[in-house]
Each structure stands twice: as structure tokens, then as C-alpha cells.
């Protein structure tokens, strides 16, 4: 396995552009994406689990039931949640891409994000397609994953290339991290090709049993969106022997997956509003698998230890404090907690309790961008990663502004 | 019912005091405070969830099995928590105490805020208890919610005067907030004095029952402290007839306790770490009270609601979103959401889609130091009330800051 550039069109039949429509006010930035593949595809899904969900969420699903689809259509600046219409607007924002690329409608993925219970107009929406639509192209990642983006700093696109079957194979993916945008809800967006050929049902396996591991370990800030949605489409283009059961193929592609979703899910992190730092959480020796994830998100989770990272302080106590109160049963004067940089690891509580460390070192290591926080519990062999961010005077600054 | 002054000091029987001993660095800062009744109490607490527990409370927890206590010695600045020797420093904390005072060992509720971590150094507070004990008075509870301040901003305490079967009785208490110290661990400590006479049973029973309804609905920011406390000292001098069973007694003294409660509840939220507003959320119309109760946390709870309202934004569908990740089972089409404080109500959302509202006039309410979040969710007639603050650049400034 390799990565390989093109994002979400390293795949191939797969073509994609961002454009601005008119949905915001900066001209300057995209609004509307759209990724689309030659061939009908595989398609498969997660959502949110928020019970406040957006209307293009409830659009998808129904447009998924047959696990097929051939187009994603999503805009920025507005989530389309809340309003009286949504739906309705969600299924003609789906019609007119279906019209435009000569596909059916219930072939199309449409995702939104943005500012919640603001009527979303589909003007500059229809306005824009046939623009969006003639522009698509295979150099078409970086426009789109642009058009996706709210609050983030960066664009967030991967891919890589693994074999499968002999075949040459390709997994690429777009996101938007959990920003808010000035002044709107945030949103995890993250869209997936593929080349190769599964079906509907591994997909949908595939794409379930890794977010529990990936997009389910990220907190920005504990908030979960009413827009959050994670799809994937797979074309079959590559000419691999279409997965249908488990195996080693099954295996392969899974294994590429999760490699294209943690680079994803470390630049939603890192990217995180107003972050400074990405933190890594890792928890080893847990009694079992849950335990070791309760701890890791737990960990994550803290503001007090996000705003302790934020000031690179080797506060301890705060990790002890959140394994303590994450709901997890751990032995607490087990635990061990080390952090860990490019500037070297430092160990700062074994047995539940503190040991010598050099400060100095300590802050070294923590003034790094990425820090991995590790925990040992002493109490098995299961581990879990979680990813965040560091608590900043920024996320108060962007997530305390007014809206208008 | 009626408020009086004197705080911990207003039941009678009950002296006080609050000193500067030397675990602070800064003299004008007290940092030892104790509270003294003339005879012995019946004694009830509760005691942090967190799997990480301050040695005090073990200790304390260990001299309350008989129900009985008559003095409570608190220091600040250290919270004496995952230290080798923590258990065997506190106890020798009591028995210092205890010998100043006269009274068995056993009669004495011990407890530590500050640092975690850090081996709390006994000879200043054994030092200082000669002229603790020799200042011990009526006047003294000020003193005494001073000693026990980490980064609280203002001293917290409330009294209030009631009558039991025809005598008069009051209840005081104290409290230090949810704050961190520079360098330190959060930590909620509630004192309560009453002159009631009451069984440890009933008392026991009188202070869990209101704790769910007060205490565990503040948060801050989410971290659950390793060394939480809340205790109440019954002397029984008012002369009532004891209260060993359920009645009218026993339901009046509860409503005055909870008075006290809340009041405290309110100035802790009030004063939460950098905050500039108190946030009130009222829930109504839940199906059963645990609805209420998921509900009203989760708003209070969350980050994004809590910074919008830093910045004085009526962006309601943060409040929408908090429900809906809550994991309680509503309706969200039939949420409604409003803004009220000293300058009015204003009405933001309805059957879950937002209504036209003037942002002038959401803003001027806003703007104020008092804000309630009014939550109705047409599903029952039970309802809620949880306490919290903004979520403001201070927070992590205090939080942020390198521990030396």
C-alpha cells in the first residue's frame, strides 16, 4: 500500500469539482462540490446519531436504500436543518445534479453544511450545477474538498493505492472537520471513493466496523453535529473480483480504508477549531476493548486537559482525573501516563502516582504540534486510539462571535 | 423562610475560622479554614464519583460511618490526591485538629483543594492550627470561605432561618467552585451547618436526595474533581424535636435546605473559571424527570452553546443540538427554545424550526450577567433545572497556564 495523490478522483471513473454558487457572501469561496463517477456505484453510509438530523441526511438515506449511487452533491454555508422545507429542498437540490449529470435522482448523495434553521435558498444552488457540472475532471479533489470546507483551516483530501486480486486499486477521500462556521453548526462531512469492486453489504460492513475506530474516536469538542454523514462510493472500475464475503480481500480493503480514515481523522483533529496541537490518546493494557475506548475518549474529551496542552503543561493530574471519571473500571493505581513528541517521551506517573520528570523536557515535548498522550492500564491487552484537538483561545473567539 | 447573615455561623453552636498557614506562597491569601460545633453533630456527605479519590475523602468518609462529627478542617492550595502517604497525611491532619480542639479524631470531616499530585507538606497546617482553633468564632465563616477559595473570584456563602415544630432554625453553608488553581485540579467543596435536630439517617437521606436535584446539575466543563465534597453538621441546639421519619418536618427541612443549595449552586455557576454569565437552563414538559435531567445537562454542557452565549448570540440551534445528542428519547419537532433574563423573554425556536425573532432584542438579553435557556418539550409535566457559565477566553487562560 502507497499513498498516492488525487484524492476522491484517484479512483478510477471518478471525476469531482467545488465552485461558489452564490450560497455565501465571499465570492472568493466555494460552496457547492460535487464528486461523480462514470458508473453507477456501491454506495454505503453512516450518520449522525444526533436525534436533531439534517434534512439532506434523511434524503441520502432513502436515495441509499438500494446501496447504489452515482453522484455526491453537497454545499457549504448553509446545513439545511431545522427548516420547515428541508426535505423538499434536499430532493430538488438532488433532481437538479440527477437532471444536469443525465442519472437518476435517488443516485445522488446530498450533504449539506452550514448555519442551522436559516431556509436554505436553491437558487444559486441550480444556478450553479450546469457550471459544476461542465467542470468536473479528474484534477477536480482539491476544488471539491474546498467547496466542503466551513471553518477549516486546510483541505483535507488522501488517497492510497493496494492491490487486490491483482488488481491495482485505489481508496481517496475528502473531509471537513468539525468546525463552525462563522456563525453555523458544526459539521463532519467526509466522502469516500473507491475503484474497487464490493458490494453493497461489505461495503456497508467495511465502512461500519471502521468508524467505530476512526470518525467515532475524534472530539473537537464533545458536540455531535445534526449534519454529520461519512459515505462511501466504490465504481468497481478497478476489475478486482467483486468482494462479497470476508477474507483476505476483504481484509486488504479494510486495511485501506482505515488508512485513508485515520489520515482523515488526524486532519480533522489537528485542523480542529482553533486548535494549536492534534492529540493522539493511546490507551494500552485495557481489560477489553470498550474500556480501553471509554478511556482514550475520555482522556480526549477533557477540557481541562485540552487547555492544559494548549499551554504545554505536563499536568498529569488532569488525564488521572478524566480516566477516573470516564465511567471506565480501571484500577487506578495501575495506571501509567507518559506524553510523547517528536522531541522524545517523558514519563510522569506510574502506579497512580507521580514520579520525577524534568520540566524542562516535558514542556519541550508538549510545545510539539502533534503530542501522543499514553496510558497503560496494567489490566490486559486492549488498546484504543482516540484523536483531538487542544482548547485554545480561538475555538472561543470563532465559536463566540455573532452570527450576523 | 428567611435569608439571615452569618453563613456557617448563623445555627447555633457553630464557630468558624479561616487562616493563612503557609501551603500558599502569597500571605494574603488564607489557605486553612475550620469550622467547629460546641457539641457533637450529626454528620451526612456525599463524596466525588471520580474512580480518582483525594485521600481526604477516604478518610473523611471512614470518620462519618457513625453519623457523627463536630469539625471540619479544609486546606487549600494542596488536594493532597494521588500521593504514596496521602491517606496517613490526612489523618494525621485530623488528629491534629482534634487534639486542638479537644474531641476525638474520629469526629473530624477532613478535606484538601488544590494541586493533585504533589505531597502536601503537614507542618504548616499543624503550625497553624494553635491560632485556627484560638480564632475560632460566631463571626468567622467569612474567614472560613475564604480559606477554602482556589481560583474562585468571590467567597460563597448563604444562610437561611426556618421554623421546625415551633423553634427556630437555620442552615449555612459555604463552598469553594469549580476551579482550578494555578497549577491545580478542580474541585467542589460544600460545607453545611444546621442547628436542626435531625438523625444522621433522615440527614443523610435530606442531603442525597437534594444533591441530584442541585450539586450533580452544575457543571462547568465537564471534569468530574477527584476530591468533590459536600457535607452537613446537624447540632441539633435549635431544640426541635428530632426528625427521624418523613412528615412535614422533615419536608420543611428540605426546602430550606435546598435553599441553601441552590443558592450555592448558582454562585458556583456564577462563578465558574473565567465565566462572565450565569446560565440557567429550565426544562419543561419532559416525559419523566430523568428526560429533564439528560436535557438540561446536556445543554449546560455544551461548549458551542457556551461560548455563543459568551458572545451574547441567540443561536438556538446549538440548544437543539444538545438535545439532540443528549441520549434522552424527545420529540424534536416539538421543542421550543427561549431566552429570558432581566430584560426579558424572547422566543427562538418552536416545534423545532426557528421562529422570526429581533436579534436587537435577543442580544440586549443576552447581554446580561443571568441568562435562563428555556427549554419546553411537550412530552409530560416533568421538568428540570441545571446551573452553568460561558465558556470564555479566561477559561482557558486559567486552565492554559503552566503549572510553576
Redesign the interface.
Known amino acids: 500500500m502507497k499513498l498516492v495523490t488525487g484524492g476522491i478522483c484517484a479512483a478510477k471513473g471518478f471525476t469531482a469539482n467545488g465552485i461558489h454558487c452564490g450560497i455565501r457572501k465571499n465570492r472568493t469561496k466555494k460552496d457547492l462540490s460535487l464528486i461523480f463517477s462514470q458508473v453507477p456505484a456501491h454506495a454505503a453510509a453512516v450518520y449522525t446519531?444526533?436525534?436533531?438530523?439534517g434534512a439532506p441526511l434523511t434524503v441520502t438515506k432513502l436515495h441509499l436504500q438500494d446501496g447504489v449511487a452515482q453522484a455526491v452533491i453537497c454545499n457549504s454555508g448553509n446545513a439545511n436543518?431545522?427548516?420547515?422545507d428541508g426535505i423538499e429542498i434536499a430532493e430538488k437540490m438532488s433532481a437538479a445534479t440527477a437532471d444536469a449529470l443525465g442519472i437518476r435522482a435517488d443516485d445522488i448523495v446530498v450533504a449539506s453544511t452550514g448555519?442551522?434553521?436559516?431556509p436554505l435558498d436553491l437558487a444559486p444552488i441550480v444556478g450553479g450545477i450546469p457550471q459544476l457540472v461542465a467542470g468536473l475532471s479528474g484534477d477536480g479533489s482539491d476544488a471539491a474538498a474546498e467547496g466542503i470546507m466551513t471553518t477549516d483551516t486546510v483541505k483535507k483530501e488522501v488517497a492510497v493505492e493496494f492491490e487486490l486480486d491483482g488488481k491495482t486499486c485505489r481508496i481517496g477521500g475528502i473531509a471537513k472537520g468539525s468546525g463552525?462556521i462563522h456563525?453555523n453548526?458544526?459539521t463532519m462531512l467526509v466522502f469516500i471513493t473507491t475503484d474497487a469492486a464490493i458490494s453493497s453489504d461489505m461495503l456497508q460492513k467495511a465502512l461500519s466496523g471502521d468508524i467505530a475506530n476512526t470518525f467515532n474516536m475524534i472530539s473537537i469538542?464533545?458536540?455531535?453535529?445534526?449534519n454529520d454523514m461519512v459515505t462511501v462510493l466504490a465504481n468497481g472500475l478497478a476489475g478486482n473480483t467483486e468482494i462479497t464475503q470476508e477474507g483476505e480481500d476483504f481484509s486488504a480493503f479494510m486495511q485501506a480504508l482505515n488508512t485513508v480514515t485515520v489520515a482523515l481523522c488526524r486532519m480533522i483533529a489537528g485542523d480542529g477549531e482553533g486548535a494549536t496541537k492534534l492529540l493522539e490518546c493511546r490507551v494500552q493494557g485495557a481489560l477489553d476493548e470498550p474500556t480501553a475506548k471509554t478511556v482514550a475518549k475520555s482522556v480526549i474529551?477533557?477540557?481541562?486537559l485540552k487547555?492544559?496542552m494548549?499551554?504545554?503543561?505536563?499536568?498529569?493530574?488532569?488525564v488521572?482525573?478524566?480516566?477516573?471519571?470516564s465511567g471506565a473500571?480501571?484500577d487506578?493505581n495501575k495506571v501509567g501516563v507518559s506524553f510523547r513528541s517528536n522531541k522524545g517521551t517523558v514519563t510522569v506517573?506510574q502506579n497512580?502516582?507521580?514520579v520525577e520528570f524534568s520540566?524542562e523536557q516535558a514542556?519541550e515535548i508538549l510545545l510539539e504540534k502533534e503530542i501522543e498522550i499514553l496510558v497503560t492500564l496494567g489490566d490486559g491487552t486492549a488498546d484504543a486510539v482516540a484523536w483531538g484537538c487542544d482548547?485554545?483561545?480561538d475555538?472561543?473567539?470563532?465559536?463566540?462571535?455573532?452570527?450576523?
Chains 1, 2 share one sequence.
Request: proline share 2%; with cysteine; glycine share 12%.
Open positions: 446519531t444526533n436525534l436533531v438530523k436543518t431545522c427548516n420547515a448555519v442551522i434553521g436559516q463552525m456563525p453548526m458544526a469538542d464533545g458536540d455531535t453535529s445534526t474529551c477533557s477540557s481541562l487547555a492544559a494548549f499551554g504545554a503543561d505536563a499536568n498529569w493530574g488532569r488521572l482525573c478524566a480516566i477516573g471519571y473500571q480501571v487506578v506517573c497512580g502516582a507521580g520540566e514542556k482548547l485554545t483561545y475555538y472561543v473567539k470563532i465559536n463566540g462571535d455573532y452570527r450576523t
